[in-house]
Each structure stands twice: as C-alpha cells, then as structure tokens.
C-alpha cells in the first residue's frame, strides 16, 4: 500500500504554495502528526499532515479496517499579525491526532474542542468542522481507499460551540453569514446568539 502522506503534502502544495514553516509533535502511542503553515498575503493557513496515514474508524468497531474508512486532514486560516496564531500547531495536532488517540471519526458538522484557548489570548477552546472542496480539492486515491478530505476548521466561542449544541451546525453557520463575521479573524467576538 502506497504511503499516502507525500500525496497529501504534494496536494496542499499545489493548493497553497509551499509552507514556510512546520512543526511535528508526537504523542505516546499514535504516529507523528506534522502542521504546516502557509502565508498567503494577509493570510495564515495551518494544515495537518498525519491525520490522513491511517483511515478513521467507528470507535463501536470490533476491528479497525486498516484500508477501508474515511480519511482526513485539518486547514485552519487565520489573519496573520493580529494574534499569535503560530502557537496553534500543538492544538491543531492535538486535534488532528484525536481520531488515533480517541477513535474519533472527524466529519463535517461536528465539534472539536481542546479545552483551552488555540493560541494565547484566544476567545476560542473548539472549532466546528466545515465542509471540505472549498480551499483543498479532495485527494483521490487508489481503490480500496477512500479519498483524503480536507476539512476547513472554523473556531468557535464557547457561547457559540454551547449555541451550535442545541441548534446544529448549520443553524450556527447561517447565524454568522447573516451577520457577516470574518471568521478567519483571530480575535473576534461571539456572534450575537439571541
């Protein structure tokens, strides 16, 4: 079976240049789950690179399929200079490491939380999981495997991750179209929830 990660890295390239920066962390038991970033102008996108090795699994699996199931990584945009967002990378890895750590299977709608804030000073502790396609085309692989998607991560205040709980996850997105909130902006305030 063909290591998917230079596949991946080669895709993210394509769609947003070559990084300039990446960090790797390591956590007791699951492989290395690497962040790069990329600066494009105003611009700072954080993708994972790890997450997508192995498929993820229904955590109620008798046996984990080690070819069949989906398979992820993680894109974080930010503004760049208004926060200091680089230290984000452990979070993000955190994040990205969560279906090996935790038999997460990570798909679009959901919440991921780190109980803390994503960089220092940050309103956010979670993010919720966006729809792939947009930013990072999904990554076709040979059969049996499914597709690598790239899934855009949009940083949440606890307000709004508590909002989006009871409502859902489109309810909570429809809420910040209608009242224009720049969610790459890394320092802005909860959308209003009445």
Do not use: C
Not at 17 to 33: C, E, N, Q, S, Y
Not at 41 to 54: E, F, P, T, V
Not at 94 to 110: D, M
């Amino acid at each position: 079976m063909a290591d998917v990660l230079p596949l991946v890295e080669a895709r993210l390239r394509t769609a947003l240049g070559d990084p300039d920066a990446r960090a790797a962390v390591t956590f007791l038991g699951t492989d290395r789950i690497e962040v790069l970033r990329f600066q494009e102008g105003g611009i700072a996108r954080y993708a994972s690179l790890g997450m997508s090795a192995h498929p993820m699994t229904d955590p109620t699996a008798v046996v984990a399929d080690p070819v069949k199931g989906p398979r992820a990584e993680l894109v974080l945009s930010v503004r760049s200079g208004v926060a200091d967002t680089d230290k984000v990378l452990r979070p993000l890895a955190v994040l990205a490491a969560s279906p090996q750590v935790e038999g997460l299977v990570v798909a679009p709608g959901a919440s991921l939380d780190v109980g803390e804030p994503l960089w220092p000073g940050a309103p956010f502790t979670s993010v919720l999981v966006a729809e792939p396609g947009g930013l990072v085309e999904d990554l076709e692989l040979d059969e049996p495997l499914d597709p690598v998607r790239f899934l855009p991560l949009l940083p949440m205040t606890p307000n709004e991750a508590a909002w989006k709980r009871v409502h859902g996850a489109q309810a909570l997105q429809e809420r910040w179209l209608n009242h224009g909130t720049d969610l790459r902006d890394p320092s802005r305030k909860s959308v209003p929830l009445e």
